[in-house]
T-cell receptor, first 113, second 117 residues
Framework: GQQLNQSPQSMFIQEGEDVSMNCTSSSIFNTWLWYKQDPGEGPVLLIALYKAGELTSNGRLTAQFGITRKDSFLNISASIPSDVGIYFCAGQDGETSGSRLTFGEGTQLTVNP | GAVVSQHPSRVICKSGTSVKIECRSLDFQATTMFWYRQFPKQSLMLMATSNEGSKATYEQGVEKDKFLINHASLTLSTLTVTSAHPEDSSFYIC?????????????FGNGTRLTVT
C-alpha cells in the first residue's frame, strides 16, 4: 500500500525561528493536505494543494506540492508558542471528496518562548 | 466553512458493553465519511469508509462485526463499537467531504476519546 514518510519526527525550536517539515511518498498523489492536531482534538486543515508544483501560503504557513507528485513540504515562518502541536501531511488518491487520505507519521513541534 | 461534529467527545464504558459514536456534517452533505482510530503518539489509521445508503468498506484487519457503521443519511454516520474491550480504548475520529465536490478537502470532527474499563 501507499506509504508517507514524514520528517522530522519532532522539532524543538525557539520562538521566532522558521520551521520546515516534509513528506515523501512511494507513489503519486493527486492532492496533498497539511493538518495540525492539538491534544485531544481532531486535525484541522491548514493548507490544501491540488496541482504539481503549486506553492500556497496561509498566513505564516507556506506549502508546496512537489513537481513529481510524490512529495510536499510545509514551512512555518516566525514561529509563535501557539504553533505547538502535531503536524500531519496527508495524500489524497483521487480528486473528489470521496477519496481516502493516507497520513504521514506526524511532526511534533515544540516552541520555546 | 465546512464543519464536522462528533459526539460524544469522551465516553467511558465497561468491558462488554457497546458504544455508539456519531459523526455529522453540519452545513454540507457528504456521501462519504471516513472513520479513523488514533493511538497515543501515533498517526491516524483509517478503519473504514462509510458510504451513504450502502455497506461500509473496511480496511484490512478491522473487524466489521465489531465496528458497526451506519451511514443512513447524507449528514450522519455512526460507528458502534460492540462488546468493547480495554484494547479498544483509543481516539476515534471521523472525517467528511462535500458531496460531489471536486478538489474539496476533507474536514475532521473533534474526535471521541473512548476508555473501556
Amino acid at each position: 500500500g501507499q506509504q508517507l514518510n514524514q520528517s522530522p519526527q519532532s522539532m524543538f525550536i525557539q520562538e521566532g525561528e522558521d520551521v520546515s517539515m516534509n513528506c515523501t511518498s512511494s507513489s503519486i498523489f493527486n492532492t496533498w493536505l497539511w493538518y495540525k492536531q492539538d491534544p485531544g482534538e481532531g486535525p484541522v486543515l491548514l493548507i490544501a494543494l491540488y496541482k504539481a508544483g503549486e506553492l500556497t501560503s496561509n498566513g505564516r504557513l507556506t506549502a508546496q506540492f512537489g513537481i513529481t507528485r510524490k512529495d510536499s513540504f510545509l514551512n512555518i515562518s516566525a514561529s509563535i508558542p501557539s504553533d505547538v502541536g502535531i503536524y500531519f501531511c496527508a495524500g489524497q488518491d483521487g480528486e473528489t471528496s470521496g477519496s481516502r487520505l493516507t497520513f504521514g507519521e506526524g511532526t511534533q513541534l515544540t516552541v520555546n518562548p | 466553512g465546512a464543519v464536522v461534529s462528533q459526539h460524544p467527545s469522551r465516553v467511558i464504558c465497561k468491558s462488554g458493553t457497546s458504544v455508539k459514536i456519531e459523526c455529522r456534517s453540519l452545513d454540507f452533505q457528504a456521501t462519504t465519511m471516513f472513520w479513523y482510530r488514533q493511538f497515543p503518539k501515533q498517526s491516524l489509521m483509517l478503519m473504514a469508509t462509510s458510504n451513504e445508503g450502502s455497506k461500509a468498506t473496511y480496511e484490512q484487519g478491522v473487524e466489521k462485526d465489531k465496528f458497526l457503521i451506519n451511514h443512513a443519511s447524507l449528514t450522519l454516520s455512526t460507528l458502534t463499537v460492540t462488546s468493547a474491550h480495554p484494547e479498544d480504548s483509543s481516539f476515534y475520529i471521523c472525517s467528511a467531504g462535500r458531496l460531489g465536490s471536486y478538489n474539496s478537502p476533507l474536514h475532521f470532527g473533534n474526535g471521541t476519546r473512548l476508555t473501556v474499563t
